[in-house]
């Protein structure tokens, strides 16, 4: 069974530039999560979907991050314009309910010049 | 004050020792706990889940007090491919089922 995977793996761009990242989670899992991790911090919430509905956005930073699941299946994240602070690790996790054991993939890498 | 907080370490153990980490956590709500470990630049994988009861699989064991907000994670006969990061990581429940609070991690070296 393929497990959590993301798109790009590693990014760099200009502060100012657009990235979009790409989750796809494991196949029927309804419940789909973004996290980071910046530099020398801990890994932090940044949103829930169950399907393509928010259930909670409380961690996302400000406006100028757009998480997006479309049809429920993977799920987007845009950050635009990107600044220095926002390089960092983002990960992605699914489940199959909401719970505290979750699947994540390996993480795409943004740096932000 | 950190809502999760772990003793960074760095931990350096040889093989075969027993190894403890400790954990604290600020928000008495919280619902369910969990350990989870992280190898150098992969992602986070669910070691256990902490029980009230405690609960053990296999080398590893992990406690939990509620009334200290205290978790805690023993490694019996370390083995080289334990060198990893441990997270201990804490769900607050109710209308935050699906956001998870993490510590910083403590990471643990184990040498032959």
């Known amino acids: 069974e393929a497990g959590v995977t993301q798109f790009p793996s590693h990014s760099v761009i200009e502060k100012g530039q657009t990235v979009t990242l790409r989750c796809d989670p494991i196949?029927?899992?309804?419940?789909l999560y973004w996290y980071r991790r910046v530099m020398g911090k801990e890994i932090k919430f940044l949103l829930h979907?169950?399907?393509?509905?928010?259930?909670?956005e409380s961690g996302m930073p400000n406006n100028r991050f757009l998480a997006e699941r479309t049809g429920g299946t993977y799920s987007t994240l845009k950050v635009q314009p990107a600044e220095l602070e926002d390089s960092g690790v983002y990960f992605c996790?699914?489940?199959?309910?909401?719970?505290?054991?979750?699947?994540f993939g390996e993480g795409s890498r943004l740096t932000v010049l | 004050r950190k809502e999760v907080e772990q003793d960074p370490g760095p931990f350096n153990v040889p093989e075969g020792a027993t190894v403890a980490f400790n954990c604290t956590y600020s928000n008495s709500a919280s619902q369910s706990f969990f350990w989870y470990r992280q190898d150098c630049r992969k992602e986070p994988k669910l070691l256990m889940s902490?029980?009230?009861s405690g609960n053990e699989d296999g080398r590893f064991t992990a406690q939990l007090n509620r009334a200290s907000q205290y978790i805690s994670l023993l490694i019996r006969d370390s083995k080289l491919s334990d060198s990893a990061t441990y997270l201990c990581v804490v769900n607050a429940g109710g209308t935050s089922y699906g956001k998870l609070t993490f510590g910083q991690g403590t990471i643990l070296t184990v040498h032959p």
């Open positions: 979907f169950v399907k393509e509905s928010k259930q909670d």
């Open positions: 196949s029927g899992h309804d419940n």
């Open positions: 902490v029980y009230s």
């Open positions: 996790a699914s489940s199959p309910r909401p719970s505290g054991e979750l699947f």
